[in-house]
């Protein structure tokens, strides 16, 4: 392998910043002839995402604001380094085959003939890249900034092309693997959430019993003080649970936790009481504190944990949470208005039987995450050690 060339990142990509859409030109829905817009929400958060996506009709003058499959995006506006989410200077790759505008605030970096794509989305992915930008921000308490020129001062140390592909491919091939974990699950859950709809929605009998959801489980409210949580404990905030994903893939540390929290447990129900139009529902696990600003879930019987946890994830009981939350700007359930959602009530044989026919799908992906785990625990650990040459790949 040859010498790795000190440099500025400027010499070896393209910055292209996004278009400032009027938001009155912004589309609800996707219409004929029209693209989604990928925002900071879109992109600071891992690989890019359309949650909640914002659309715009296509005119040829935008073309320089088009992202295609692969593109790396970077946000150029967002939180501090102190926070969890959403962090200025993060960077994603959009995945998708479906074309889309760049917004603001957020840029497109291109590779030149001396740079692997892979190769910069790894390098300005390693936290020794996304530290340096974030101590160039500027802004205010609640907003950092950084600039194009930010991005293109930033030094790299740039190995041989053939040496930058060999690297990425070993990235490359532990992602792939996440990625492949990743869609099972979402396969899984979505098998689930089906199954459930069939079962208790469609074929509902005449002759169930109607009652609500409070029939299954309850909402135990234990308190614990800061001072007596445990060094190793796991916290759980609304930051840490994924929108519409029943899986709890992230959590954070403890030791910072300055405020009472609530205990829960394993195979309990996590849900988002705060803004619940998120849709933050997932069940845990591992034992564990979380917020108060998420209802700890705990059904009653263990046959009715895969109905419990189906049950709050639907779409009908996202918007009864939401209808009688309190508060305008931020709107809060609570769990005497959460628990009152209609329901009919099957058998009890019934409600076995289906979480006998769930469960083994509910560990099936709590395996995949525990490999998940470990693969990225492995990628973050040879992330920085290949990318500053610690560790080189023999020819």
């Known amino acids: 392998m040859g010498e790795w060339k000190e440099c500025k990142l400027g010499e070896c990509i393209e ?3 996004g278009y400032a859409f009027k938001s009155q030109n912004f589309l609800e829905e996707q219409i004929e002839n029209s693209l989604p817009v990928v925002k900071i929400k879109n992109v600071a958060n891992g690989d890019v995402n359309l949650k909640a996506v914002q659309y715009h009709v296509f005119d040829k003058s935008l073309e320089k604001y088009l992202i295609q499959k692969n593109d790396v995006l970077i946000a150029l506006t967002g939180n501090h380094p102190q926070a969890i989410t959403q962090v200025v200077g993060e960077a994603s790759k959009y995945k998708l085959d479906e074309l889309a505008f760049l917004n603001q ?51 790299i140390s740039l190995p041989p092309l053939e040496e930058q592909k060999a690297i990425t491919e070993v990235l490359s091939s532990l992602d792939d693997k996440i990625d492949l974990l990743h869609r099972q699950n979402k396969t899984l859950e979505e098998l689930a959430q089906t199954l459930f709809r069939q079962w208790f929605i469609e074929e509902a009998k005449d002759e169930w019993e109607v009652g609500t959801l409070s029939y299954f489980a309850n909402n135990p409210r234990k308190s614990i003080k800061p001072a007596e949580i445990e060094l190793d404990a ?61 209802l700890v879930i705990r059904p009653k019987k263990t046959s009715y944990f895969a109905y419990t946890l189906l049950a709050f994830n639907q779409e009908d009981v996202i918007n009864y949470a939401n209808a009688g939350s309190e508060g305008t700007r931020m709107p809060r359930t609570n769990w005497d208005v959460l628990s009152q959602y209609p329901v009919q009530i099957p058998s009890e044989h019934i409600l076995e039987e289906f979480n006998l026919m769930i469960i083994p799908s509910i560990k099936k992906i709590k395996n995949n995450q525990t490999q998940i785990k470990i693969l990225e625990n492995m990628r973050d650990t040879l992330l920085p050690k290949l990318m500053s040459g610690e560790i080189r790949i023999k020819d």
């Open 15 to 17: 910055v292209i910043n």
């Open 234 to 294: 796991k916290y759980i905030g609304l930051e840490h649970i994924e929108r519409k994903n029943i899986s709890l893939v992230q959590s954070g540390d403890s030791s910072a936790v300055a405020s009472n929290k609530y205990q829960f447990e394993e195979n309990d129900i996590l849900f988002g009481k705060l803004r619940p139009y998120f849709h933050k529902v997932c069940f845990t696990s591992h034992d564990g504190i979380c917020s108060t600003d998420i």
């Open 105 to 155: 605030r957020v840029a497109k970096i291109k590779a030149r003939e001396n740079m692997s794509n892979n190769f910069l989305y790894y390098f300005v992915k390693d936290d020794a890249s996304h530290d340096y930008l974030a101590s160039q921000s500027s802004g205010s308490a609640n907003q950092a900034n950084i600039s194009k020129s930010d991005i293109e001062n930033m030094p």
